[in-house]
């Protein structure tokens, strides 16, 4: 970009974790270096490490060590926090599943929408249905009201969005009325980097061969039904994740399922390579695993639903289970046969989600906006 261009600023709900959104963010970045990101709440230790070669501008909740160690604990705040976070730039790249679509700029917004919010408008899916969901869903309820109001204020203000799935293509139509292009999120895999244990799991992996989940641990992601279904297999799973399930998902595991947490990429490395199969049981917008998986190779065994129908090819790359239960996923698992898929098919399907196209799409859009 020459000193002619548009400023060009990243906004992002928080970044106190590691997912597919703050990978989403770091692919921003490497195509608008320049760009400060903006966001409601940074935690350091708790996000990717790369971040910290960003310029991060935070809004006043992170002076409250408490809620960037939990992020879901700021919901009554996070609203007006948004508002008041005023982002200078001509260009402001929101990614947003929430919250950054409501920053305050003078700019020009293209909102990269990962879905409209899940906690308003998929509730019970989000915090799971007919369990015990604790103060925090009483808590909801009672801002649910004022939280709609203000985010639909802040998505009709936006100058335009795209979704990141088809799914969540037709969720912006229905939520705000709105009709968008989808630009699908890239994986940003190098299978070329170096691999390195996984601390503990030395002997769990031994030659590979284990089946491989990798998600936040939250009651919609279905993890625990994956660690019941193996439970009494001969087949090892390997659930590397972080979030509220962590206590409880640890204290009910069999021994033939293990669970790490905060990895390293060259640790991530590690665990996809000698994989043999990706379980994905989850509801997801769009859902990186099975072409984080696909990078190297391997087929996944995932939910038909979500993002996963943009990126799974069945038969191909992947396979599909019709429910999220552990009685499925168990007999999909004791059915798998490696030999059935080829690696080097599904590495080809994986390339139409680069992170060279991605950022290609990126600029277009950018442009488009500078020229309307």
Known sequence: MTRSDPVVAIAHDYLTQRGGAERVVLAMHRTFPAAKIYTTLYDPEGTYPEFREANIVTSALNRIPALRRDHRAALPFLAPASSALKVPADIVLASSSGWAHGFDTDGQMLVYCHSPARWLYLTDQYLGAGRQRGAKALAL?????????????????????????????????????????????????????????????????????????????????????????????????????????????????????RLASHLSDAQMRWAYASAKAVIAPSYEDFGITPLEGGAWGKPTIALRAGGYLDTIVEGVTGQFIEEPTAALIRQAVESFRAEVWNADVIRKHTEQFSEERFRERLRQEVLGLVRA
Do not use: C
């Open 141 to 257: 309820a009672a801002l649910k009201p004022f939280l709609i109001r203000w985010d639909r204020r802040s998505a009709a203000m936006a100058d335009k969005y795209v979704a990141n799935s088809t799914i969540v293509q037709d969720r912006i139509r229905r939520v705000y009325g709105k009709t968008v292009d989808v630009v699908h999120p890239p994986h940003s895999v190098d299978i070329q980097g170096i691999r390195e244990p996984i601390p503990g799991l030395e002997d769990f992996i031994v030659g590979g061969g284990h089946f491989l989940t990798v998600s936040r641990l939250l009651p919609y992601k279905n993890v625990d039904q994956a660690v019941e279904a193996f439970r009494g297999l001969d087949d090892k799973l390997l659930v590397i994740g972080a979030g509220p399930m962590a206590e409880k998902l640890r204290a009910n595991m069999p021994d033939n399922v």
